[in-house]
């Protein structure tokens, strides 16, 4: 059993940065793949990153060059940069036991097994 809690979203405006946390307890998180998804009011879950437990990384390709995931220990961060309006959203975090996902999988909500329950970002434009 893993346990996720997602930290550091808020209000911000149009241009800021924010660096979302995802502090992993449990049995052995760091070795799961850990994921990042959002959701917008009135939209379905999306993909954002994931980085698996050897360090490879995927991204959406609306956040290319904008965010950036990374992880230590069993801590996970989503660091935010350029932030627009099109970002506002609640964060969540996921973690696979798999530890490995293709990209294709990545993307995939089905493929996690445990969740955060999110953290909100608003951007202001």
């Known amino acids: 059993q893993v346990q996720l809690v997602e930290s550091g979203g808020g209000l911000v405006q149009a241009g800021d940065s924010l660096r979302l946390s995802c502090a992993a307890s449990g049995r052995r998180p760091s070795s799961y793949a850990m994921g990042w998804f959002r959701q917008a009011p009135g939209k379905e879950r999306e993909f954002v990153a994931a980085i698996m437990w050897r360090g490879i990384t995927y991204y959406a390709d609306f956040v290319k060059g904008r965010f950036t995931i990374s992880r230590v220990l069993n801590t996970g961060y989503l660091q935010m940069n350029s932030l627009n309006a099109d970002d506002t959203g609640v964060y969540y975090c996921?973690?696979?036991?798999?530890?490995?996902?293709?990209?294709?999988?990545?993307?995939?909500?089905?493929?996690?097994?445990?969740w955060g329950r999110g953290t909100q970002v608003t951007v202001s434009s």
């Open positions: 996921a973690a696979a036991v798999r530890g490995f996902l293709t990209e294709r999988e990545s993307r995939e909500t089905t493929e996690y097994d445990y």
